[in-house]
């Protein structure tokens, strides 16, 4: 549908007939030939704004999808970089695509609304995962987050602004917007 290598119509269908989390299991092997993939010009520049204030020592990337994020972090980490996503299949995906220069990375299955650990992060960031969670769990993600900071730790939220209207990629948006709406309204798990 997106590219030759991207899923078709029909696995997108299926994709969002299922739960979030088998959606994206079912989803990854083409993930990152979807324009749903971090673009690089974001990761180049989230890259580069964050190496003025760093270096860290220990970085994670939440919601990690198949691991674009994982790429800046072990550019910026000295000690090690932690990826946390909650679906098995963009997990595998991620380790599989990772590059061995840098930092050891280690690949964590949990969700971000309930993370295994302490406060042991100098560095998070996060790609692109703020619109599966409802408003309603932000407040949590966001004190998730909080929680495994080190004092002096920073958060990192990069956003791209949306589409102008008129333009294909606000068609695209609104178009998907729509579908996902009709889709949560008659089809349960709802994705979010």
């Known amino acids: 549908m997106f590219s030759p290598e991207?899923?078709?119509l029909r696995?997108?269908?299926?994709q969002a007939l299922s739960s979030v989390e088998h959606g994206y299991d079912l989803l990854a092997p083409k993930f990152d030939h979807t324009p749903f993939r971090t673009p690089d010009p974001l990761l180049r520049a989230t890259a580069s704004a964050l190496r003025r204030t760093?270096?860290?020592?220990?970085?994670?990337d939440l919601c990690c999808g198949t691991g674009a994020g994982v790429d800046v972090l072990t550019g910026l980490c000295r000690e090690s970089v932690t990826a946390?996503?909650?679906?098995a299949g963009m997990?595998?995906?991620?380790r599989r695509r990772a590059?061995?220069?840098?930092p050891p990375v280690g690949w964590v299955r949990a969700d971000a609304r309930a993370l295994p650990f302490g406060p042991a992060f100098d560095l998070v960031v996060s790609f692109g995962a703020l619109g599966h969670f409802l408003p309603r769990e932000v407040p949590g993600l966001f004190a998730q987050v909080h929680s495994v900071l080190r004092p002096g730790g920073r958060f990192?939220?990069?956003v791209v602004a949306p589409p102008r209207p008129g333009t294909v990629g606000h068609a695209v948006l609104l178009g998907f917007d729509t579908v996902m709406r009709v889709r949560n309204a008659l089809w349960r798990p709802p994705f979010v």
Do not use: I, M
């Not at 696995?11 to 299926?14: D, I, N, P």
């Not at 946390?84 to 679906?87: E, H, N, T, Y």
């Open 84 to 87: 946390v996503d909650f679906s």
């Open 11 to 14: 696995e997108l269908a299926v």
């Open 156 to 158: 990192a939220l990069p």
């Open 91 to 94: 997990l595998d995906v991620a």
């Open 99 to 102: 590059r061995p220069a840098g």
């Open 6 to 8: 991207g899923p078709r």
């Open 54 to 60: 760093g270096p860290y020592d220990k970085g994670l």
